[in-house]
């Protein structure tokens, strides 16, 4: 068996377990519940700490409150690619969110050690990046989310988790609520400017400015090609977006 299906074998296990613990046998194969607000899971923060409750529903706020840009960087982490974007961020001061791919977490763990110990937190992308599995069964969901946060934790070696972003935007109700009861806040984006296309540079910065007023979130690529569009954007837009009165933080993990 390959280490990615043990991984999704382990998770899917746990879950069902877990299941048959709460509710006996029958609650491992009962339909899933709703991503009702209300319910939600401890959050781990990014030393262990657990500052509050994860609600399911998406995350729409910054704590950096309004006027404030939440940078996310999908995909990673790549050899190639995220010392580049670590470098911009580093030259403007700016903390960001990185979405890993558990199997690129688990290739290159000393570069998630590298974007945690530089002050920037960590969000599951799922075990391999499978665009489809909103389409698959809650198991196979459940194990692509909880395998990749095991990756992705244990190549952290301490630092955890802390959102779920699904691959392409494949979220499901019972996703988001599965994500949530493991302390993992969903994340989707407000602002999209589809630099993992490689639209040219120019485009990048035209579509973030044009989408700006969208929402706090802000979606960028250091994985899956050629990142360089994406890394001369980003050393136009991060000044930019500072001449603009906009401050930098992170998605609310716990606010409604």
Known sequence: ?????????????SVLALAALVGGAG???AAPVSAAHGSAGAAVGPRG??????????TNTSEGGPHTVDVTIDDGPSPAWTPKVLAVLAQNHVKATFCMIGEN????????????????????????????????????????????????NKAAGGPKAMYYRAP???????????AAEHGLR?????????????????????????QVHNGPIVLFHDGGGDRSQTVAALQKLLPWFK?????????????P
């Open 1 to 13: 068996m390959s280490t990615k299906n043990r991984v999704r074998c382990v998770a899917a296990a």
């Open 27 to 29: 609650a491992a194969s």
């Open 49 to 58: 700490s657990l500052p509050g409750k994860v609600p399911a529903a998406f």
């Open 105 to 152: 977490a688990a290739k290159y763990p000393a570069l998630v050690k590298e974007v945690a110990a530089a002050g920037h937190r960590l969000c599951d992308h799922s075990v391999d990046h499978d665009m489809t599995m909103d389409k698959k069964s809650v198991a196979y969901q459940e194990g692509e989310i909880l395998g990749g946060q095991a990756l992705v």
């Open 168 to 178: 392409g935007g494949a979220f499901t109700p019972a996703s988001r609520q599965v």
């Open 186 to 210: 969903p994340l989707n984006w407000d602002i999209d400017p589809r630099d993992w296309s490689r639209p040219g540079t120019a485009n990048i910065i035209a579509a973030v400015k044009e």
């Open 243 to 255: 001449q603009q009165g906009y401050g930098f933080s992170f998605p609310s993990q716990t606010a």
